[in-house]
Nanobody, 119 residues
Framework: QVQLVESGGGLVQAGGSLRLSCAVSGSISRINAMGWYRQAPGKQRELVATITTDNSANYQDSVKGRFTISRDNAKNTVYLQMSSLKPEDTAVYYC?????????????WGQGTQVTVSS
């Protein structure tokens, strides 16, 4: 089994910062792309940022310049540094990883961590 566990969510004021972490564990041979998605109440899940194995990052336009995605391959962990937070950033943030396991490739999701930005 492969698990992704997010941490670092919470309640912050507008303009504040949070750092989300997502650790991947289980019987995996390789982690390929990793990313963060979010889902606000009444809305569909949307891409926030992704990062490849060679650290090529892609961001949703609304977070570009404010959020930074990074990964530590030795720790099987992806991070999302969130700064200049806005109320519209409020959502459940989900970690995603494309992992290689025996027999194929799996797209695995974490359970989500709540980020609430007040103003």
């Amino acid at each position: 089994q492969v698990q992704l566990v997010e941490s670092g969510g919470g309640l912050v004021q507008a303009g504040g910062s949070l750092r989300l972490s997502c650790a991947v564990s289980g019987s995996i041979s390789r982690i390929n792309a990793m990313g963060w998605y979010r889902q606000a109440p009444g809305k569909q899940r949307e891409l926030v940022a992704t990062i490849t194995t060679d650290n090529s990052a892609n961001y949703q336009d609304s977070v570009k310049g404010r959020f930074t995605i990074s990964r530590d391959n030795a720790k099987n962990t992806v991070y999302l540094q969130m700064s200049s937070l806005k109320p519209e950033d409020t959502a459940v943030y989900y970690c995603n990883a494309v992992v290689r396991v025996y027999g194929g490739i799996r797209n695995v999701w974490g359970q989500g961590t709540q980020v609430t930005v007040s103003s």
